[in-house]
T-cell receptor, first 115, second 113 residues
Framework: DAGVTQSPTHLIKTRGQHVTLRCSPISGHKSVSWYQQVLGQGPQFIFQYYEKEERGRGNFPDRFSARQFPNYSSELNVNALLLGDSALYLC??????????????FGPGTRLTVT | AQTVTQSQPEMSVQEAETVTLSCTYDTSESDYYLFWYKQPPSRQMILVIRQEAYKQQNATENRFSVNFQKAAKSFSLKISDSQLGDAAMYFCAYAGNNRKLIWGLGTSLAVNP
């Protein structure tokens, strides 16, 4: 079975632009989470979605938004890009939203560079 | 709020030797999970080992084992018979009731031949 996939792998954008990152979870997984990892730091939680509904949101500005589609894939959108948005964006999936489903599987990430 | 602390920014170990990475956490929850993830230069985050807080027995996965001290809120990772491929960033992570992962800052492990 395929693991979590993310696209694109790398992306270069200019300040003020908009970006859309995409994630496909492992087959059968219905929950997707997004994390931002700035170089030299641990990941920071951005969003969690389950069954197309937002189930959690981290401390990020409204410029960050996300959605989940009926096939459980997800998009992360960032508007009005700032230099500080340069980071590795990680997507993780897990089977469901039940307490027993605690293990998350990560994709390879999208490296976003804002110039 | 929950926090995760990794006090060792960098560690090194000789090939075939044993190394222990430290992690402490703070929480008021009674039901939670702890994880060690490995992130090699390829940047893919890989789950190394997990521990359920309600289990007293320390988790073991081949050469990787943990020392889970719930009262002390300590969760260290021991790597035995270190291999060159073990060189990576290691992150300790906590997941509570909301299953949102809270991460430490990481420990960079170098393995010397």
């Amino acid at each position: 079975d395929a693991g979590v996939t993310q696209s694109p792998t790398h992306l270069i954008k200019t300040r003020g632009q908009h970006v859309t990152l995409r994630c496909s979870p492992i087959s059968g997984h219905k929950s997707v989470s997004w994390y931002q990892q700035v170089l030299g730091q641990g990941p920071q939680f951005i969003f969690q979605y389950y069954e197309k509904e937002e189930r959690g949101r981290g401390n990020f500005p409204d410029r960050f938004s996300a959605r989940q589609f009926p096939n459980y894939s997800s998009e992360l959108n960032v508007n009005a890009l700032l230099l500080g948005d340069s980071a590795l964006y990680l997507c993780a999936s897990r089977r469901n939203d039940l307490p027993s489903s605690y293990e998350q599987y990560f994709g390879p990430g999208t490296r976003l560079t804002v110039t | 709020a929950q926090t995760v602390t990794q006090s060792q920014p960098e560690m090194s170990v000789q090939e075939a030797e044993t190394v222990t990475l430290s992690c402490t956490y703070d929480t008021s929850e009674s039901d939670y999970y702890l994880f060690w993830y490995k992130q090699p230069p390829s940047r893919q985050m890989i789950l190394v080992i997990r521990q359920e807080a309600y289990k007293q027995q320390n988790a073991t996965e081949n050469r990787f084992s943990v020392n889970f001290q719930k009262a002390a809120k300590s969760f260290s990772l021991k790597i035995s018979d270190s291999q060159l491929g073990d060189a990576a960033m290691y992150f300790c992570a906590y997941a509570g009731n909301n299953r949102k992962l809270i991460w430490g800052l990481g420990t960079s492990l170098a393995v010397n031949p």
